[in-house]
Protein backbone atom coordinates (compact mmCIF):
# COMPACT_ATOMS: atom_id res chain seq x y z
CA UNK A 1 0.00 0.00 0.00
CA UNK A 2 1.58 3.22 -0.82
CA UNK A 3 1.74 5.80 2.07
CA UNK A 4 2.66 8.56 -0.29
CA UNK A 5 0.35 9.32 -3.58
CA UNK A 6 1.66 11.87 -6.31
CA UNK A 7 -1.67 11.23 -8.12
CA UNK A 8 -0.90 13.53 -11.24
CA UNK A 9 2.05 11.55 -13.40
CA UNK A 10 2.25 14.58 -15.04
CA UNK A 11 1.88 18.38 -15.50
CA UNK A 12 2.27 21.54 -18.12
CA UNK A 13 2.33 24.82 -17.55
CA UNK A 14 3.31 28.27 -19.59
CA UNK A 15 6.02 29.95 -18.52
CA UNK A 16 5.39 32.57 -15.83
CA UNK A 17 2.32 30.80 -14.73
CA UNK A 18 2.38 28.92 -11.87
CA UNK A 19 2.45 25.48 -11.18
CA UNK A 20 0.67 23.12 -8.41
CA UNK A 21 1.52 19.83 -7.73
CA UNK A 22 -0.32 17.82 -5.04
CA UNK A 23 0.82 14.80 -2.99
CA UNK A 24 -1.56 12.78 -0.58
CA UNK A 25 -0.09 10.59 2.65
CA UNK A 26 -2.02 8.35 4.06
CA UNK A 27 0.51 7.21 7.48
CA UNK A 28 -0.32 9.84 10.15
CA UNK A 29 2.96 9.40 12.43
CA UNK A 30 4.83 11.50 8.95
CA UNK A 31 5.84 14.65 10.71
CA UNK A 32 8.41 15.86 7.83
CA UNK A 33 7.86 16.33 4.72
CA UNK A 34 10.13 17.00 1.59
CA UNK A 35 10.26 17.96 -1.82
CA UNK A 36 12.69 16.50 -4.67
CA UNK A 37 13.33 17.61 -8.39
CA UNK A 38 15.24 14.99 -10.58
CA UNK A 39 16.74 15.63 -13.98
CA UNK A 40 17.02 12.42 -16.35
CA UNK A 41 20.25 10.56 -15.47
CA UNK A 42 21.08 12.43 -12.35
CA UNK A 43 20.41 12.02 -8.39
CA UNK A 44 17.18 14.04 -6.86
CA UNK A 45 18.02 17.49 -5.72
CA UNK A 46 16.55 18.32 -2.17
CA UNK A 47 14.23 21.61 -2.55
CA UNK A 48 12.09 22.08 0.19
CA UNK A 49 10.95 20.61 3.41
CA UNK A 50 8.07 21.69 5.63
CA UNK A 51 7.47 19.83 9.83
CA UNK A 52 4.42 19.17 10.58
CA UNK A 53 3.77 22.38 13.12
CA UNK A 54 3.83 24.18 10.10
CA UNK A 55 1.65 24.66 7.25
CA UNK A 56 3.72 26.42 4.93
CA UNK A 57 7.04 27.10 4.39
CA UNK A 58 8.75 29.27 1.12
CA UNK A 59 12.31 29.54 -0.14
CA UNK A 60 12.31 32.10 -3.09
CA UNK A 61 10.07 30.50 -5.94
CA UNK A 62 8.83 27.78 -4.26
CA UNK A 63 5.93 27.34 -1.47
CA UNK A 64 4.98 24.31 0.14
CA UNK A 65 1.39 24.09 1.85
CA UNK A 66 0.69 21.20 4.41
CA UNK A 67 -2.66 20.70 5.29
CA UNK A 68 -2.52 17.55 7.90
CA UNK A 69 -5.88 17.22 8.77
CA UNK A 70 -6.35 16.42 4.60
CA UNK A 71 -2.84 14.34 4.95
CA UNK A 72 -1.98 16.61 2.04
CA UNK A 73 0.69 18.80 0.99
CA UNK A 74 1.84 20.75 -2.68
CA UNK A 75 4.28 22.82 -4.12
CA UNK A 76 3.42 26.08 -5.80
CA UNK A 77 6.23 27.48 -8.27
CA UNK A 78 5.82 30.92 -8.99
CA UNK A 79 6.78 31.69 -11.66
CA UNK A 80 7.73 29.16 -13.31
CA UNK A 81 10.40 28.65 -15.53
CA UNK A 82 11.47 26.17 -18.21
CA UNK A 83 14.36 25.06 -16.39
CA UNK A 84 11.66 23.95 -13.54
CA UNK A 85 10.95 21.21 -16.34
CA UNK A 86 11.57 17.99 -14.49
CA UNK A 87 10.34 15.20 -12.13
CA UNK A 88 9.09 16.21 -8.68
CA UNK A 89 9.04 13.78 -5.80
CA UNK A 90 7.33 14.33 -2.74
CA UNK A 91 8.61 12.58 0.44
CA UNK A 92 7.96 12.05 3.87
CA UNK A 93 9.41 10.65 7.22
CA UNK A 94 8.92 10.26 10.49
CA UNK A 95 11.40 11.73 12.74
CA UNK A 96 10.08 11.24 16.62
CA UNK A 97 10.70 7.98 18.11
CA UNK A 98 14.51 8.00 16.98
CA UNK A 99 13.84 7.89 13.19
CA UNK A 100 16.77 7.19 10.88
CA UNK A 101 15.65 9.96 8.65
CA UNK A 102 14.56 7.93 5.89
CA UNK A 103 12.29 8.67 3.52
CA UNK A 104 9.19 6.91 2.04
CA UNK A 105 8.46 8.63 -1.64
CA UNK A 106 5.53 8.92 -3.86
CA UNK A 107 6.01 8.34 -7.66
CA UNK A 108 6.67 11.68 -8.60
CA UNK A 109 5.11 14.06 -10.91
CA UNK A 110 7.37 15.40 -14.42
CA UNK A 111 6.50 19.02 -14.32
CA UNK A 112 6.88 20.64 -18.10
CA UNK A 113 6.99 24.78 -18.81
CA UNK A 114 6.60 25.40 -22.21
CA UNK A 115 8.49 28.43 -23.15
CA UNK B 1 34.59 15.03 -3.24
CA UNK B 2 32.26 17.71 -4.05
CA UNK B 3 29.41 15.21 -4.26
CA UNK B 4 28.31 11.81 -4.05
CA UNK B 5 30.08 9.31 -6.34
CA UNK B 6 28.54 6.24 -7.67
CA UNK B 7 30.17 3.57 -9.86
CA UNK B 8 29.69 2.41 -11.97
CA UNK B 9 26.86 4.48 -14.02
CA UNK B 10 25.90 1.58 -15.98
CA UNK B 11 25.75 -2.73 -15.16
CA UNK B 12 24.97 -5.19 -16.92
CA UNK B 13 24.40 -8.39 -15.45
CA UNK B 14 23.52 -11.75 -16.71
CA UNK B 15 20.98 -13.29 -14.40
CA UNK B 16 22.81 -15.28 -11.63
CA UNK B 17 25.74 -12.91 -11.67
CA UNK B 18 26.64 -11.46 -8.72
CA UNK B 19 27.51 -7.35 -8.83
CA UNK B 20 28.70 -5.02 -6.33
CA UNK B 21 27.89 -1.36 -6.75
CA UNK B 22 29.72 1.56 -5.13
CA UNK B 23 29.25 5.01 -3.57
CA UNK B 24 31.71 7.59 -2.62
CA UNK B 25 29.94 9.94 0.01
CA UNK B 26 30.91 13.27 0.55
CA UNK B 27 33.65 13.61 3.16
CA UNK B 28 33.16 13.48 6.43
CA UNK B 29 28.72 12.49 5.83
CA UNK B 30 27.97 10.51 9.06
CA UNK B 31 24.85 9.38 7.35
CA UNK B 32 24.81 6.80 4.17
CA UNK B 33 21.66 5.65 3.05
CA UNK B 34 20.62 3.05 -0.50
CA UNK B 35 17.64 3.64 -2.05
CA UNK B 36 16.00 1.12 -5.33
CA UNK B 37 14.42 3.28 -7.81
CA UNK B 38 12.57 0.89 -10.28
CA UNK B 39 11.09 2.41 -13.53
CA UNK B 40 7.96 4.47 -13.13
CA UNK B 41 8.41 4.20 -9.22
CA UNK B 42 10.02 6.67 -6.48
CA UNK B 43 13.24 5.58 -4.86
CA UNK B 44 12.27 2.87 -2.04
CA UNK B 45 14.76 2.78 0.98
CA UNK B 46 16.68 -0.15 1.40
CA UNK B 47 19.42 -0.03 4.13
CA UNK B 48 21.11 2.83 6.68
CA UNK B 49 24.53 3.54 7.85
CA UNK B 50 26.28 6.00 10.61
CA UNK B 51 29.46 5.36 10.08
CA UNK B 52 30.02 2.14 10.14
CA UNK B 53 27.23 0.65 11.60
CA UNK B 54 23.94 -0.29 9.56
CA UNK B 55 21.42 0.65 12.11
CA UNK B 56 18.57 -0.04 9.57
CA UNK B 57 18.31 -2.98 6.67
CA UNK B 58 14.73 -3.21 7.04
CA UNK B 59 14.33 -1.94 3.45
CA UNK B 60 16.31 -4.78 1.66
CA UNK B 61 13.94 -7.26 -0.76
CA UNK B 62 16.13 -10.64 0.24
CA UNK B 63 18.95 -12.23 1.77
CA UNK B 64 20.31 -11.94 -1.64
CA UNK B 65 21.12 -8.27 -1.18
CA UNK B 66 24.05 -7.11 1.56
CA UNK B 67 25.49 -3.73 2.54
CA UNK B 68 28.74 -2.62 3.88
CA UNK B 69 30.43 0.75 4.86
CA UNK B 70 33.66 -1.01 6.42
CA UNK B 71 35.78 2.08 7.75
CA UNK B 72 32.80 4.74 7.73
CA UNK B 73 33.21 6.27 4.26
CA UNK B 74 32.96 4.23 0.89
CA UNK B 75 29.50 1.76 0.56
CA UNK B 76 29.38 -0.97 -1.10
CA UNK B 77 26.12 -2.58 -1.85
CA UNK B 78 26.23 -6.25 -3.15
CA UNK B 79 23.75 -7.94 -5.25
CA UNK B 80 24.06 -12.25 -5.04
CA UNK B 81 22.36 -14.26 -7.85
CA UNK B 82 21.11 -11.56 -9.36
CA UNK B 83 17.32 -11.87 -10.59
CA UNK B 84 15.46 -9.89 -13.49
CA UNK B 85 13.16 -7.97 -10.77
CA UNK B 86 16.34 -6.69 -9.68
CA UNK B 87 16.75 -4.44 -12.35
CA UNK B 88 16.34 -0.75 -11.58
CA UNK B 89 18.62 1.80 -10.25
CA UNK B 90 20.27 2.20 -6.90
CA UNK B 91 20.59 5.79 -5.63
CA UNK B 92 23.28 6.36 -2.39
CA UNK B 93 22.86 9.63 -0.49
CA UNK B 94 24.86 10.93 2.43
CA UNK B 95 24.21 13.67 4.85
CA UNK B 96 26.64 15.37 7.07
CA UNK B 97 24.19 14.80 10.20
CA UNK B 98 20.30 13.05 10.58
CA UNK B 99 19.11 15.01 7.95
CA UNK B 100 16.55 14.29 5.43
CA UNK B 101 18.07 17.40 2.80
CA UNK B 102 20.35 14.30 2.06
CA UNK B 103 22.72 14.52 -1.23
CA UNK B 104 21.47 11.95 -3.64
CA UNK B 105 24.45 10.47 -6.38
CA UNK B 106 23.22 10.07 -9.99
CA UNK B 107 22.76 6.19 -9.48
CA UNK B 108 23.90 2.93 -10.62
CA UNK B 109 21.21 1.56 -13.47
CA UNK B 110 21.13 -2.19 -12.93
CA UNK B 111 19.64 -4.22 -15.80
CA UNK B 112 19.76 -7.83 -15.78
CA UNK B 113 19.49 -9.96 -18.92
Known amino acids: DQQVKQNSPSLSVQEGRISILNCDYTNSMFDYFLWYKKYPAEGPTFLIS?????DKNEDGRFTVFLNKSAKHLSLHIVPSQPGDSAVYFCAASRRSGGSNYKLTFGKGTLLTVNP | GAGVSQSPRYKVAKRGQDVALRCDPISGHVSLFWYQQALGQGPEFLTYFQNEAQLDKSGLPSDRFFAERPEGSVSTLKIQRTQQEDSAVYLC???????????FGSGTRLTVV
Open chain 2, 93 to 103: ASTVDRSEGYT
Open chain 1, 50 to 54: ISSIK
